[in-house]
T-cell receptor, first 113, second 116 residues
Framework: GNSVTQMEGPVTLSEEAFLTINCTYT??????LFWYVQYPGEGLQLLLK?????DKGSNKGFEATYRKETTSFHLEKGSVQVSDSAVYFC????????????FGGGTRLMVKP | DGGITQSPKYLFRKEGQNVTLSCEQN?????MYWYRQDPGQGLRLIYY???????QKGDIAEGYSVSREKKESFPLTVTSAQKNPTAFYLC???????????????FGDGTRLSIL
């Protein structure tokens, strides 16, 4: 079956530190990959996406590159802010599954001033 | 603005009571979804609907029911058969799979359900 594995949190960083949240996947086929962010008490917001190998998704200083050879989609940001504190979810969907999402377990990021 | 509206934001259920969570979208999306999120956990799919008057069970449908009488609305009922209903419930929608594949899901702000 399809699955998404994320690094366990919480990840605690100081402001302006470099962020990496690892995400790997297994899928039967060619998935599209997404990162969602959930701020406290809110729903999920789409952060970025990539639909084919070597695509790079980017938004708000966050980036992730679709690596087919390593089946990975790691999230990175060069300099985090306190306002980036949230839970981050990696997810995939397959062409033959419509828009059904398979989610990772989420990674909580805490940024300290 | 277009979006997904969930109500109420907080809901309390008594023992043996059914409660209904509302989800409305004005994005003209065909597909809608309900997820359950427990503290510190990921999302689990309860029910989904790809088109009006049709819906399918997700991974944890027991103790829940849905209806899809209108494109814009996908209410979720948490029945008394759901013995552990305390959780954060999220509704989402997306474009129909036949039009555009691999479109992201858009989420509401959630309803937090607790037991009295």
């Amino acid at each position: 079956g399809n699955s998404v594995t994320q690094m366990e949190g919480p990840v605690t960083l100081s402001e302006e530190a470099f962020l990496t949240i690892n995400c790997t996947y297994t899928a039967t086929g060619y998935p599209s990959l997404f990162w969602y962010v959930q701020y406290p008490g809110e729903g999920l917001q789409l952060l970025l996406k990539a639909t084919k190998a070597d695509d790079k998704g980017s938004n708000k200083g966050f980036e992730a590159t679709y690596r087919k050879e390593t089946t990975s989609f790691h999230l990175e940001k060069g300099s985090v802010q306190v306002s980036d504190s949230a839970v981050y979810f990696c997810a995939l969907t397959l062409l033959n599954a419509g828009n059904m999402l398979t989610f990772g377990g989420g990674t909580r990021l805490m940024v300290k001033p | 603005d277009g979006g997904i509206t969930q109500s109420p934001k907080y809901l309390f259920r008594k023992e043996g009571q059914n409660v209904t969570l509302s989800c409305e979208q004005n994005l003209n999306h065909d597909a809608m979804y309900w997820y359950r999120q427990d503290p510190g956990q990921g999302l689990r799919l309860i029910y989904y609907s790809q088109i009006v008057n049709d819906f399918q069970k997700g991974d944890i449908a027991e103790g829940y029911s849905v209806s899809r009488e209108k494109k814009e609305s996908f209410p979720l009922t948490v029945t008394s058969a759901q013995k552990n209903p305390t959780a954060f419930y999220l509704c989402a929608s997306s474009m129909n799979r036949d039009r555009l594949a691999n479109q992201p899901q858009h989420f509401g702000d959630g309803t937090r359900l607790s037991i009295l």
